[in-house]
């Protein structure tokens, strides 16, 4: 299967439109014609309806394998090219929001460096791609545990900080004043999402091991990335958010209760791309030094 003609397939029942992925991909319309009818004369069947333009059935099936398929090609390209790449004299990191800690922050050089702030699920991607030369990703985990990270690539993962994890709630709530919370006693509470800014309901639900989709109910979707905004939603009693307990300091109104049951932690780990060419150098191998000591 050619990746080119994939790659097209893709793009035209992203875009429904012939003429949109041609835009998009820099070819004629009648390339991009050509291009899918070969792919369905590879694979002996239709891929895509014209009228609409919307994938067939097995154009859905083979949509589901395409992502991977194509990434793994861009990671395996960006690998080998690492081979002839001059050193590098600037550091490109991709980090999820709550990566970004007063720790990893002091390790970064100080200058010639471009931060990106990315959705969890897209840093291992940016690593393994050559879009980051290291990446800063957070989770929950129990104590010691790694981070379950997407298989995109050959990457090297290193724990850099472990912290207790706790749910913000307005000072005047209820539970404010106990020592300690169990998640159990908070599935039916309504909740913030905001999958960037904190922790994902959706890991929530998966950590509590109930019934697929119980509980954790939204009470109001946040998009941002500002872990502060989230924290003050929780403040102003718009629904319960859980966060590591260092990025609850100082947030007007709220309190901040341990969570103390399942036994978890807020983990941040560096992404470095593994393979055979060798040790980190330069700015990344200083950027992950200094995240691994004690004082950056």
């Not at 050619?2 to 991909?25: G, I, Q």
């Not at 991709?94 to 050089?109: E, G």
């Not at 690539?153 to 209820?174: F, K």
């Not at 309504?190 to 091991?209: E, K, N, S, T």
């Amino acid at each position: 299967m050619d990746p080119h003609l994939l790659r097209t397939y893709v793009t035209v029942a992203r875009l429904a439109s012939f003429s949109e992925a041609a835009r998009d991909l820099g070819y004629t319309q009648s390339a991009v014609s050509q291009h899918i009818a070969a792919l369905e004369t590879d694979l002996g069947l239709p891929l895509l309806t014209r009228r609409p333009v919307a994938p067939t059935p097995a154009g859905e099936r083979l949509l589901e394998h395409a992502g991977a398929l194509l990434l793994r090609l861009d990671a395996a390209r960006a690998d080998l090219g690492r081979f002839a790449a001059a050193p590098r004299a600037t550091l490109g990191v991709a980090a999820s929001p709550l990566a970004l800690t007063p720790r990893t922050l002091a390790a970064l050089p100080a200058t010639g460096v471009t931060l990106r702030a990315l959705p969890r699920e897209r840093v291992p991607v940016a690593v393994a791609t050559g879009e980051a030369d290291a990446g800063l990703v957070d989770g929950i985990a129990a104590p010691s545990d790694p981070l379950r990270l997407p298989d995109v690539a050959p990457l090297a993962a290193t724990g850099v900080t472990e912290e207790p994890l706790a749910v913000v709630l307005p000072a005047h709530h209820p539970l404010a004043a106990r020592p300690g919370l169990r998640l159990d006693d908070l599935v039916d509470a309504r909740w913030l999402d905001a999958p960037a800014a904190g922790i994902p309901l959706d890991r929530l639900r998966a950590v509590h091991g109930g019934p697929a989709g119980r509980g954790f109910r939204t009470a109001l979707r946040y998009e941002g990335t500002d872990t502060r905004t989230l924290a003050a939603l929780a403040a102003a009693g718009q629904g319960l958010a859980l966060l590591p307990l260092s990025a609850t300091d100082g947030v007007p109104g709220a309190a901040a209760v341990p969570l103390v049951a399942p036994r978890l932690v807020h983990r941040t780990e560096l992404l470095l791309p593994a393979g055979a060419h060798g040790e980190p150098s330069g700015p990344v191998a200083e950027f992950a030094r200094r995240l691994k000591s004690r004082h950056p």
